[in-house]
């Protein structure tokens, strides 16, 4: 049966009632509840400068659930660009010893230009400081000294992961989609389609990452009543459904296909991409899915109550976990 996985970004538009206090609780409460169960990973996602008080620092999130987990991997989704090299290899270094070499970090690009600017960071140096950061994390992380910008410097402590900690690269387009093939571990594509780009090129470099592992609904949440929860649940959704779409088509990548503005929440659960469903359903997805698959639960998403979210991970881990075979959380780079 497929990989268990979390996803916060600890989003709290106007309308939710519960404070970001609340939700970084609950989101602590739910990593080391899923890391009792099996879950394997956990993504942290970071933007900033956000209405809805996005997550701006998945780092420090993904060493404070490190502290209340043993097993499972965090995976903070790194607006690399925008951070200082240096100072971003230590953080990952600290990170990674705090949670006993658990961290596998993706190294994104941003695209929001207002990020950018609050950062003094120009948006067209975003690949030259991507490609920087990488080069100097990899050096960094041999506890030798190494030249960064005409100084000699060294970075101590080590990551506790040997030789370092994985590199995954993140991306949606073709070309940092071929770019990650040379740069890092591995992908971690925000679209589907990103990976046959990576795979190609992995392969004229002597390598095959295998095909595209498949992945649960973008959101999905058990009830015995989905009507019902689609009322209570649907307008967190909208929110950050149509977030993402404005923030993608205010951006140089214009619209995607893949965050369509949504009119209603009704439009939103005739799409499909989010899905609100009995145990029986959840079991059905999870099979079809498969041993290699991903199921990803955001049950925080667009700032669902906790009370709300808890109900619905209750409910997966009483009538749907035991329909399902997991896997043993294991090193994963993908």
């Known amino acids: 049966m497929p990989r268990l996985r979390l996803s916060f970004d600890l989003r709290r538009p106007d309308f939710v009632t519960a404070g970001s206090a609340e939700l970084a609780a609950t989101m602590l409460d739910i990593c080391e509840w899923a890391d009792q169960l099996g879950f394997d990973m956990t993504y942290f996602g970071e933007h900033h400068a956000a209405e809805d008080h996005y997550l701006p620092s998945p780092l420090i999130a993904s060493a404070a659930a490190a502290g209340r987990t043993s097993r499972m991997r965090f995976r903070p989704i790194l607006l690399t660009p925008l951070y200082h090299p240096i100072r971003l290899a230590e953080d ?26 609050m950062f003094q960071v120009g948006l067209g140096e975003r690949r030259r400081r991507l490609i920087e950061a990488v080069e100097v994390c990899k050096q960094a992380w041999t506890g030798e000294p190494f030249d960064f910008r005409g100084t000699t410097v060294t970075v101590t402590p080590r990551p506790a992961q040997q030789p370092r900690p994985p590199i995954i690269m993140g991306g949606a387009a073709e070309a940092p989609s071929r770019r990650a093939a040379h740069l890092g571990d591995g992908f971690d ?5 990103s990976w ?10 002597g390598s095959d990452p295998g095909p595209w592992v498949p992945r649960g609904p973008t959101f ?21 459904a149509n977030t993402y779409a404005r ?22 659960r005739a799409g499909g991409a989010y899905e609100i469903v009995t145990p029986e359903r959840c079991v059905a997805i999870g099979r079809e899915l498969g041993p290699e ?12 109550e906790p009370k ?27």
């Open 92 to 117: 990952i270094a600290v990170a990674d010893l705090l949670s006993g070499g658990r961290m596998s970090p993706v190294f994104a690009a941003g695209y929001r230009q207002q990020e950018f600017d």
């Open 189 to 193: 594509p925000a679209e589907p389609r």
């Open 196 to 205: 046959d780009h990576y795979r190609d090129e992995c392969l004229k470099l």
């Open 220 to 240: 999905l949440y058990v009830t015995h009543d989905p009507d019902a929860a689609w009322a209570e649940v649907g307008p967190n959704l909208l929110h950050a």
């Open 247 to 268: 923030w993608i088509a205010d951006s140089a990548q214009g619209k995607s296909e893949w965050y369509p503005p949504i009119a209603s929440v009704d439009e939103l």
């Open 293 to 304: 698959g991903h199921l990803i639960l955001r049950p925080l998403f667009g700032g669902t």
């Open 308 to 334: 709300k979210a808890w109900a619905s991970l209750q409910l997966f881990e009483s009538e749907v976990l035991p329909h399902l075979e997991v896997p043993d959380p294991a090193p994963v780079t993908i």
